[in-house]
């Protein structure tokens, strides 16, 4: 058999042989490697295989999007820990983020699993959990990703609404940002928009995602420089020394508290792990797009943080200001900065285009997280969901799902706003239990001394150290994002997301003994042996 060729024996395995040497690539089944380790995996490959390293690390960027998320989440941090807290803050968290994605990055190279499949985290517990546990932590961490990536899906068009309604409250003196029909609107409107770039346009995704990382790259440069150049500075000591609380028994509770601003800018590493039966040579390209991303975003993230508090001015009056009453205070930062409504206007007309196409990603990443999961029958209705047409190569059914969750999620915010902040608090709760019970599934292999698979990203000796450190900096932050924004809040400004996120898991507790646990054998089961 010549190089990179591959054969399908007459048996009912359909074993597939593969040279290992061979990169030949191809847009519908991807690299001889990528096909070997999907056969391995025991799954057909159905996806296109149209995103290269650039596309998926365009991708992972916009997802995360992190200088923007530092603004469009401001408003927590300062309420909570002020200017000092939140440089803090943020150190804390992109150091025990560094450590979680480097720890995903290496259970996504890991064999059998090279290829990742768009499973992400359930997968990888399929494979590392302990045998007696394998079946169920996998089905529990599937529904944790489910509940995560959905409402992760709304929450980014929800800041998307609210920045464009802070352009309209910056504009239009008259507008009654109070009447919250007008953002729901405003919100199932932007979940259309991302609706068609991920059907109609579905095959220009990863043009789409590499062409917008451009833009993320010129409109950071583009609102730092004139902020360097025209805004009045705060002082250093001010900076770095000044912090707030906001009614707390503690500054270092309330500092803590703040910590959900720099948590939503960085969280979601694992999100190119759900394209990655989209991905060519992914057992290669995908560990190093998470750490890429993570390094880049971080730093980009920092210096933003940087200019928007030296560029603050009265942080009282910022808070106080129109804008801020709709969650949106840079905007008053950018309009005192230079000296320019118009100019404002311009700079937040960048984060109203990036958060959009952050939905875009994150309605990309859901519904392929929900394929997976209902390709191995771990939800209602899963042959429906894990359906991909001929020719389309989409989950068009799980992507339908998710726009209609998060148009439906809109509706919350017409009875209660501080309702629908929940849903952002409940999506990172279930994305960080889902790290927790994934990175330490490998934790426990590793103080058992049991050996791991061979991997194409390493940690080496640091291993067991990292998924320590991992594990300690998520169970911090998976504590701290279900409080409320404010001590001893009326039950109408409650933070609700915990009563949420146990009804969820009840459901699928329940989902699972009346049907899960007939149906449902976890990804490991479906592996092949490869001598």
């Known amino acids: 058999m010549k190089m990179g060729e591959i054969k399908k024996s007459s048996g009912s395995d359909d074993f597939i042989e593969v040279s290992q040497s061979s990169r030949a690539i191809s847009e519908k089944y991807g690299s001889s490697q990528d096909q070997a380790d999907m056969h391995r995996m025991g799954k057909e490959q159905q996806l296109r295989r149209n995103f290269g390293f650039f596309s998926i690390f365009g991708f992972s960027m916009i997802l995360l999007s992190t200088w923007e998320a530092q603004l469009g989440s401001s408003i927590f941090g300062l309420q909570n820990g002020g200017s000092a807290g939140m440089i803090y803050g943020y150190l804390v968290c992109a150091i025990g983020f560094g450590f979680v994605v480097a720890s995903l990055a290496e259970m996504g190279s890991i064999q059998p699993l090279r290829a990742p499949t768009a499973g992400g985290q359930y997968h990888w517990v399929s494979e590392f959990a302990p045998k007696a546990y394998q079946r169920f932590l996998s089905y529990i961490v599937g529904w944790l990703c489910v509940l995560a990536w959905q409402t992760g899906a709304a929450a980014s068009a929800f800041v998307a609404g609210q920045e464009l309604q802070a352009l309209i409250v910056l504009n239009h003196e008259g507008y009654d940002a109070t009447k919250t029909w007008r953002l729901t609107l405003i919100v199932i409107a932007i979940t259309a928009l991302c609706g068609i770039f991920n059907t109609f346009l579905a095959r220009r995704l990863p043009l789409v995602e590499g062409s917008v990382l451009i833009l993320h790259i010129l409109g950071f440069f583009a609102i730092i420089i004139p902020m360097w150049i025209l805004a009045p500075r705060t002082p250093a000591k001010q900076v770095f020394t000044e912090f707030r609380n906001n009614g707390w028994s503690s500054q270092g509770l309330s500092v803590m508290v703040g910590i959900i601003t720099p948590t939503v800018s960085l969280i979601g590493s694992d999100a190119a792990t759900h394209m990655s039966e989209e991905l060519q040579d992914a057992s290669y390209t995908l560990p190093r797009a ?44 950018f309009e005192h900065g230079v000296q320019s409504k118009a100019g404002a206007t311009v700079m937040t007309s960048i984060l109203v285009i990036m958060a959009s196409f952050c939905g875009i990603s994150n309605i990309a990443a859901s519904s392929r997280q929900l394929f997976a999961f209902s390709r191995d029958r771990g939800v209602p209705f899963a042959s429906f969901f894990s359906y991909v047409p001929k020719g389309i ?78 594990l300690l900096f998520l169970l911090f932050v998976f504590i701290m994002c279900f409080f409320p924004a404010t001590p001893l809040p009326a039950p109408a400004s409650m933070n609700w997301a915990i009563l949420i996120y146990g009804v969820v898991m009840l459901f699928s507790l329940g989902f699972f003994w009346l049907k899960g646990r007939h149906v449902y054998h976890g990804p490991v089961e479906y592996l092949r042996r490869i001598d």
Do not use: H
């Open 393 to 470: 190569d989409i989950p068009l059914n799980a992507v339908v799902l998710t726009l209609v969750v998060s148009a439906l999620l809109a509706l919350i915010n017409i009875g209660s706003s501080t309702a629908y902040n929940n849903i952002t608090s409940l999506g990172l709760g279930a994305l960080l239990s889902s790290y927790l019970i994934s990175i330490g599934c490998v934790t426990l292999k590793r103080w058992r001394n049991e050996k791991l698979l061979p991997r194409r990203f390493d940690l080496g000796r640091w291993g067991f150290t990292i998924n320590i450190m991992s």
């Open 290 to 333: 998470m750490i890429w991303t993570a390094a880049a975003n971080g730093t980009m993230g920092f210096v933003m943080l940087l200019t928007l508090l030296f560029c603050l001015g009265d942080l009282d009056s910022v808070l106080e200001s129109p804008v801020a009453q709709v969650g949106q205070p840079f905007v008053a930062v």
